[in-house]
């Protein structure tokens, strides 16, 4: 099991706001870092820090963190975000490295 | 540029112990910059970490899996290699290998390579 809880699916109506939740005790510490990845294909980082994006990654992908709480938001979600999105920190075990469940994320 | 390619068997037979290696190109594994691990998928589920490793040399596994795992790093070759043992049909995945990275309060992974496939079957 993950320490860090994301919901399973999510969906969206194309060109509106989406919200996508990663949980964990860990994450009141550390930030998440949240990776897109699409079928057949290696996982993207999409966020990582406070709120930062590496070059490449559309701006409508934002981060944040409140509590234990990390959420990636995408603003005015294209066809081509749909994908499975995974969130990845340290653990509240001390293990440098935990991943969420992954979230899918459907665009209508 | 950075290329990370794991290679080694598609095929491991049960209870046998799968192998694979990472060369990586377009960055040195000994950067104090950066870290190193690997990560699988088994086929329609969730990423799961195997093990990292520093430039300073410290090793963290995957508690779930440490006593089946170890990585060993060869810096002549830019490489470093994944040896899981006693493997079961549960271990049939995609692995990947990664680039870590050091951020103020998080260390993603910031670059990945393709994966590869590896089935347990005898």
């Known amino acids: 099991s993950s320490e860090l809880t994301q919901d399973p699916a999510v969906s969206v109506a194309l060109g509106q706001t989406v919200r996508i939740t990663c949980q964990g005790d860990s994450l009141r510490n550390y930030y998440a870092s949240w990776y897109q990845q699409k079928p057949g294909q290696a996982p993207v980082l999409v966020i990582y820090?406070?709120?930062n994006r590496p070059s490449g990654i559309p701006d409508r992908f934002s981060g944040s963190r409140s509590g234990n709480t990390a959420s990636l938001t995408i603003t005015g979600a294209q066809a081509e975000d749909e994908a499975d999105y995974y969130c990845?920190?340290?653990?509240?075990?001390?293990?440098?490295?935990?991943f969420g469940g992954g979230t899918k994320l459907t665009v209508l | 540029q950075l290329q990370l390619q794991e290679s080694g068997p598609g095929l491991v037979k049960p209870s046998e112990t799968l192998s694979l290696t990472c060369t990586v190109s377009?960055?040195?594994?000994?950067?104090?910059?950066?870290?190193w691990g690997w990560i699988r998928q088994p086929p329609g589920k969730g990423l799961e970490w195997i093990g990292i490793?520093?430039?300073?040399?410290?090793?963290y596994y995957n508690p779930s899996l440490k006593s089946r795992v170890t990585i060993s790093v060869d810096t002549s070759k830019n490489q470093f290699s994944l040896k899981l043992s006693s493997v079961t049909a549960a271990d049939t995945a995609v692995y990947y290998c990664?680039?870590?990275?050091?951020?103020?309060?998080?260390?993603?992974?910031?670059?990945w390579g393709q994966g590869t496939l590896v089935t347990v079957s005898s």
């Open positions: 820090g406070k709120n």
């Open positions: 990845n920190s340290r653990d509240s075990s001390g293990n440098p490295v935990v």
């Open positions: 990664a680039r870590g990275a050091y951020y103020s309060g998080s260390e993603p992974f910031d670059s």
């Open positions: 490793f520093y430039y300073s040399g410290s090793t």
């Open positions: 377009g960055d040195s594994i000994s950067s104090s910059d950066y870290y």
